[in-house]
């Protein structure tokens, strides 16, 4: 058996476990296991394929990590989504992505440091707030729907496929999507202390 045939022997004898990891480990992102891993699936086949990869020595435990740094990667993707409605931002799969090292080598490392501890923070605020938001939502059936559409709208979907995906007019989205997005913003706004999220949203205005 090639180091690239163990490999994925091992994620597909371990799918349930790493599913169970990646649903304690990730709550907001347990209804997008299945699809999480189904990418990971299909990024290890390219890996194996690749002639100069090699096969880690603990492939468990390197599986495990690579399903968290994918986790991680939807959700500061989700994040910015909430942040981009809030200020109904467009092209949002244009904006280049967060990494976790500095793109700008002209600050200095204590500045860089606290910019850092500012979007953990934001982070976490942002989490507890779309927590809260679904936990409103559920109060009341009615609001269900504004629950599932502004979801879907953070996982990409347009208005207009919104609409057809929940069989209902484009109108009801719109005003579902401006009654989540108003919530969210108030919510941030009694939250946002320290005015973390704004200083990301407005440059600091």
Not at 112 to 123: D, K
Not at 158 to 180: D, R, T, Y
Request: proline share 4%.
């Amino acid at each position: 058996m090639t180091h690239g045939a163990e490999v994925l022997n091992v994620f597909m004898r371990c799918r349930k476990e790493l599913e169970r990891f990646a649903r304690a480990a990730f709550p907001r992102l347990a209804h997008d296991v299945d699809d999480l891993l189904q990418e990971i699936w299909l990024e290890l086949q390219a890996k194996v394929a690749s002639a100069d990869f090699q096969a880690p020595k603990n492939c468990e435990s390197w599986l495990r990590m690579l399903v968290r740094s994918r986790a991680i990667d939807r959700l500061r993707s989700m994040e910015r989504r909430i942040l981009y409605s809030l200020t109904n931002k467009k092209d949002l799969d244009s904006e280049t992505p967060e990494r976790d090292e500095p793109i700008d080598t002209g600050p200095s490392p204590a500045t860089y440091a606290i910019e850092q501890e500012r979007r953990r923070r934001q982070g976490l605020l942002l989490s507890d707030v779309l927590v809260e938001f679904c936990r409103w939502c559920e109060k009341r059936p009615q609001r269900l729907g504004i629950k599932e559409a502004y979801e879907r709208s953070l996982h990409g979907q347009s208005p207009a496929q919104i609409a057809e995906a929940m069989g209902v007019s484009p109108e009801s989205v719109h005003q579902w999507l401006h009654q989540a997005r108003e919530w969210v913003r108030q919510r941030v706004t009694e939250r946002d202390v320290e005015r973390s999220v704004f200083l990301t949203l407005y440059g600091g205005q």
